[in-house]
């Protein structure tokens, strides 16, 4: 597509269900990111993909975090028993490759409220 | 730990003077850091990549400039207009070669 397009671009859910998040990146960006924004705060790593590599996980806060990315393209971020605290704005990004000083082409977010 | 700074505070500047905003950071050494500009419910947008062989950078009204021995860099729009207004967001790579973000300077012009 055109830009990285995230879904849904707003959910309400009851604390300690699961949620989905998902993001379609632009096709042929080998990197996707995840990052997510708490409110009036800087954005925070979560995890990333490139190709066919194993995910950099290292920003996933609990193992109620997690992400696959199928076929190189589509992620969903799943988060499990989801708590207050969760709450933010959910950002995807993507690039063509990884590692050599490209710049990010964000989604516009999902903002997550946890009530 | 590594640490980025940013003037949290908003920037207040008049239409068409030049808008000068500050990146620090500690404890790496970044081989690029890059500038985004972010819009109130949307995500940040790139602007501009500086690598650290680069001292300076220039795309139509905005500078970004990267000093290494005093690991800043600096963000620079001439003649700033109120659309400019937004917050700037610095983003060094780490060793990961993902990006770490600064917290964002907002930039208020006043028409």
């Known amino acids: 597509g055109a830009g990285v397009s995230q879904s849904p671009s707003n959910k309400v859910t009851e604390k300690g269900k699961d949620v989905e998040l998902r993001c379609d990146p632009i096709s042929g960006h080998t990197a996707l990111y995840w990052y997510r924004q708490s409110l009036g705060q800087g954005l925070e790593f979560l995890i990333y993909f490139q190709g066919n590599s194993a995910p950099d996980k290292s920003g996933l806060p609990s193992d109620r975090f997690s992400a696959e990315r199928t076929g190189g393209s589509v992620s969903t971020l799943t988060i499990q028993r989801t708590q207050q605290e969760d709450s933010a704005v959910y950002l995807c990004?993507?690039?063509?490759?990884?590692?050599?000083?490209?710049?990010?082409?964000f989604g516009s977010g999902t903002r997550l409220t946890v009530v | 730990s590594q640490k980025i700074e940013q003037n949290s505070e908003a920037l207040n500047i008049q239409e068409g003077k030049t808008a000068t905003l500050t990146c620090n950071y500690t404890n790496y050494s970044p081989a690029y850091l890059q500038w985004y500009r972010q819009d109130p419910g949307r995500g940040p947008v790139f602007l501009l990549l500086i690598r650290e062989n680069e001292k300076e950078k220039r795309k139509e009204r905005l500078k970004v400039t990267f000093d290494t021995t005093l690991k800043q860099s600096l963000f620079h729009i001439t003649a700033s207009q109120p659309a400019d207004s937004a917050t700037y967001l610095c983003a060094p790579n780490n060793a990961g070669n993902m990006l770490t973000f600064g917290g964002g300077t907002r930039l208020m012009v006043k028409p």
């Open positions: 990004a993507s690039s063509p490759r990884q590692g050599i000083g490209v710049g990010y082409t």
